[in-house]
Each structure stands twice: as structure tokens, then as C-alpha cells.
């Protein structure tokens, strides 16, 4: 093979295992740390199911950590997916999973569900998801026909709506005084403390066909990146790949929300750091993405429980801080090697 | 030789206006077929046409023999390449990457190419004189190499005809003869159809088989180079004063502007 060409299959299958190490590297530590110290020899035999393993740290391990550990994969994955084809949709470096006025609907109605007093699973997040499809409703409505192949009509309406949002939040969060006001702040702050097993299992089965559908139209969203009429002459159907990443992605993205609200930032910087290491094609940045967005935030997660000496605090609090200057680093040396 | 495209009574309007009215036309299999015209003559909207990319509102397109409603978007795709003016490519794809793109419509649901495909790539690329070029980044490329780059790309394509929409607008000289031979030699040696929109009268009358000129949405005339490129015609086409003689070079037409200071003087005045 000539080597000016680097076979995608070979790139593909290379950065999918090296990124799969290093989510299943980020699951053991997961795993293994915690508020109970144990050697990690101990962790091991509890995950081995050896017979003599400690039965009390095997429960900490399955019942509290695996759940948690699998959520925080599957939202990392799913966000950084997310920013992954808003960004290539949108044609804008800045999209997030969240652009489209998902976080500021699902925000609302998952404060509202915090308010009326209703638990948090199954109640806050079917408030939260029914705000989050109802705000995606009303951009299609806005930009019915046509107008939702624009991408700057697209964009404008999902930051319009989630600035309308912002305000029915604030005015919401001043208006409760009492313990309640906590439970939204660390919901608005993102927080993966309440993952129980058969949520995420839940959560897993209805986002997985999503990753399929979306690695399936990879190379057509390639394709549309070069704009809309060369794509279409080059066998792309506009409208079915726009509607169905669109629908596909939004639909993924509120089902993780509601389970564990607003993290952001690893939709922002996990696709464009996977850019800057892998290149622009989304055949390998989206496998790309659902590894190494999962293994980010298993790790965000891990820190977020073990950096504070009681409690734990919200997992958004860590994306942003230590994904910011990592990618500001990425950022300055690839401009160095230009 | 048998019809690449045939149009009859086509028209096409966009809001304010009809842009194409009632043309008809058609294209040879394996001829270099270029469309001049000035701006807002509706050049552009009939290649968009043809391309598949805006449907005929009124009247039948045939591609190779077949209605154009009755191709899907992929056999359209593997039919009909398109290389538009310069695309402004906003993520850094590299040359090879770009270039492969061209083979989407013979991939499969997961979208993957296999070897035979960047074989065809690498034979595009060296076609083209590109394949030095194939892991640099598109945005480093000056613009006659990301020119043909793209022409690359709709080699590529493997279709039987490739069109262009003002492929040398932007390039200096060099680049302009590099990518018209270029296509000269598409049509000679893998006897594609080529149809391109030129804004360079001088170009097309040194490159073209056959010429299409038109004006406000109508055709003026059609045929070979020395037919369609007369002084009369082209002075009321594009509204300015020209002198048409024999090149230098070869049997065709010459096309020289003159500048308003130099119309008074003979031999122009009448």
C-alpha cells in the first residue's frame, strides 16, 4: 500500500483500540477508587468474582461504583458525540450538544420537578426530558420546511430559546429559599451521584441505536462539510442526513440529561481535542468521541468524588477545569506546528 | 456519437424573476462543451440545473437517454461530478482524504472505502498532478492546487461526465492553461464529457468543441468557437466594445477588449 495514503480502516481500528484502553484504563480506576480505600489487588478480585473476594467491597464495586462508572461513559460519550455533529452541522467550531436549546428546556423542567417535589428518578427526569423534546419542538416548529437546512437560523433559534430559558431559571431559583435550592444547583452543575442500574440500563439501550445511526451517516456528514451542493452531487441526501442527525443526536443528548443534568463543556472540547490529535474525519472521530468522550468524563467523574475530603461535589464543576487549559495547550502547539 | 445531456424548453425562475427561459439544447457524448454568457445570464442556474442540484421547474433535462427524475441521488452521483468555484473548506481535511471523498457513492451503509478506492484515488491525484501533495492540508494549498485537488475528486467520482462552474476564475496564467489541458485531457483520454461555465471568452474559444452563449436566461448561439465568438454577437451579449480576429495560434477566434480610451480612434470608428 502506498504509504501516502493511510488506509482508514487501519487509522480507524488504531485509534478506537487506543482510545478504548484508555476508557476501559479510566473504568478500572473508577472502579477501584473511592470513600472505602482498598489495594487495588483486593479490587481486582472482587471484579474477577474471585471466590475469596471481600463481600462488602464487591457490593461498593457492583451496586455503586459500576452503575455509575458505566453512566458517567455513556454521557461522556454521548455529549462529546453530540458536539461532535452539531459542529459539523452547524458549521461552527463553538456548537455543543446543548446548542439547540436542550440544556435551558430540560433545565426548566427539571426545576420544576425539583420544586413540585418529585423524586429524582423517575420524576425530575421525565420532567427534565419532556422540557428538553418540548424545546426541540419548538425549533422545528420555528424553522419548519426549509429554514432548518439553514444553519444560522438553527443556531440563532437555539440561543434564543435557551437565553429564554436562562431567565425562567433564574427567576425560579430566586423565588425558592429552602433546601430545594440545593438540589437545583447541583443538578444545574451536572451530577452522576444518583445512577442506579436498571436506569442506565435504560439509558444505554435507548442512546446505543443512536451511536449506530450517526456512525452510519459519518461519512456523509464529511461530505457535507465541503457545503450543501457538492454533498448533494455526490450522492447525499441533504435533508434525510440533517433530519436524522438532528432528531438522533437531540433525542441522545436529552435522555442523558435528564438523567444526570447539565455537564458541560465535554461537548465543546472533547471533539475538537480528538480533531486536533486524529484530524477531521468523523469515520474516526466518531468512534473516537464515544471512547475518548466516555473515558474523559469516567474521569472527570473520579475526581469529582475523590478530590473533596467530605461529600463530593457536582462533576461539571471538573470538565471545564481541567479541559479548558489542556485544550488551549493542544490548541497553541498545533498553531506552532503550522 | 449519441446525446450526453438533452434539454428541452427548460425555464427556471427564482423569486424575482425568470433566470432560464425556454431553453433547448444539447450536449454530445465526449465533446468539451463550454457555456459563456455575462453575469446574471443564467450560466451558473443551468449547470446547477444539469448537476442535479436545483430540479427543472418547467421543461425535461435527459441524462444519457434518461429523464433526470428517474436517477437516484448515488447513480446521479456516479453519472454527473461537479467541481464548483472555489469551496471554502472550514475543517482541515487532507488532499488524499479530499480526493477520496469523491468515491462516497460506491461505499457502503458504513461508509468505508477498500483498497480499490484509493487505488482510484492515487490514480486521480497523479492524474491531476497532485499525488506530491496527498498528506498536506487543503488550507495550505495555493489556489491552483487546490483547483485541482477537486478536479481530483470528481475523477474520482468516475463519471462518464464532469462539470465545472468557472474552474479558472482566480487562478494566474500558469494555473488557468494547466487546468483547461487538464480537462483537454480528461476528454481525450478518458473520454469524459466535459460542460464548463467560463467567464474567459479566450479560453473557451482555444478549448471548446462546441460553445453555448447566452444571454438574460436565452440562448444566443451554439456551435464551434469561431461560429458562436462574433463581434457582433459578443458586443451585444456582454455590452462592450471587442475586436475579434484569428489567433495567432491556431485556427479560432481572438478576442481583444477595448478600453473606452482607445474607441474613437480607428479602425473602430464607423
Partial sequence: MNPKTPFLLKRLFTVSFLLLLLLLGAMFLGLSLGSSENGVKAVWQSLSGARDADSMLSAIIWRIRFPRVVLAALVGATLSLGGLVFQALLRNPLAEAYILGISGGSAVGAIIGILMGLSRFPGVSFTAFAGSMSTLLLIFLISSGQTILKKDSLLLSGVMINAFCSSIIMFLVSMTYDSRLHNIMFWLMGDLSTADISQVGILAASILPCFVLIFCLSNSMNLLLLGKEMAQTMGVNIKFVTVTLLVATSFMVSATVCHCGLIGFVGLVIPHLLRLLFGPDHRVLVPACMLGGGAYMVFCDLLARVLPEQGEMPAGVITAMIGAPLFIFLLKRSDLRK | ?270
Fill in chain 2, 1 to 270: 456519437m449519441s446525446t450526453a445531456i438533452d434539454i428541452k424548453n427548460l425555464s427556471y425562475s427564482y423569486g424575482n424573476g425568470p433566470v432560464l427561459k425556454d431553453i433547448s439544447f444539447s450536449i454530445q457524448k465526449g465533446d468539451f462543451f463550454i457555456i459563456i454568457g455575462p453575469n446574471g445570464s443564467g450560466k451558473t442556474t443551468l449547470l446547477k440545473t444539469i448537476s442535479g442540484i436545483i430540479k427543472p421547474q418547467r421543461g425535461q433535462l435527459e441524462i444519457l437517454g434518461q429523464s433526470i427524475r428517474s436517477y437516484t441521488r448515488k447513480v446521479l452521483a456516479k453519472t454527473i461530478a461537479f467541481v464548483p468555484q472555489m469551496v471554502q473548506v472550514d475543517f482541515p481535511f487532507t488532499v488524499s482524504e479530499l480526493v477520496l471523498m469523491g468515491r462516497s457513492p460506491y461505499l457502503g451503509l458504513l461508509g468505508l472505502e477498500r483498497e480499490k478506492d484509493i487505488k482510484i484515488a492515487e490514480h486521480a491525484m497523479a492524474f491531476t498532478g497532485v499525488e506530491h501533495l496527498a498528506r498536506r492540508r487543503l488550507d495550505q494549498l495555493s489556489g491552483g492546487e487546490r483547483q485541482r485537488v477537486f478536479i481530483a475528486r470528481a475523477i474520482c467520482q468516475d463519471s462518464e461526465i464532469i462539470l465545472l462552474d468557472e474552474p479558472t476564475a482566480s487562478l494566474d496564467l500558469a494555473h488557468q492553461v494547466r487546468v483547461m489541458d487538464l480537462m483537454e485531457r480528461l476528454k481525450k483520454e478518458k473520454s469524459v464529457t466535459v460542460i464548463m461555465v467560463s467567464h474567459d471568452v479566450n479560453l473557451a474559444a482555444m478549448y471548446g468543441d462546441r460553445l453555448l452563449l447566452i444571454n438574460k436566461g436565452k440562448i444566443v448561439s451554439m456551435g464551434r468557437p469561431d461560429e458562436v465568438l462574433t463581434f457582433q454577437a459578443l458586443e451585444e451579449a456582454y455590452g462592450c466594445m471587442l475586436l475579434v480576429d484569428e489567433s495567432p495560434i491556431g485556427k479560432f477566434p481572438r478576442i481583444t477588449l477595448v478600453p473606452q480610451k482607445f474607441s474613437n480612434s480607428s479602425p473602430f470608428k464607423n
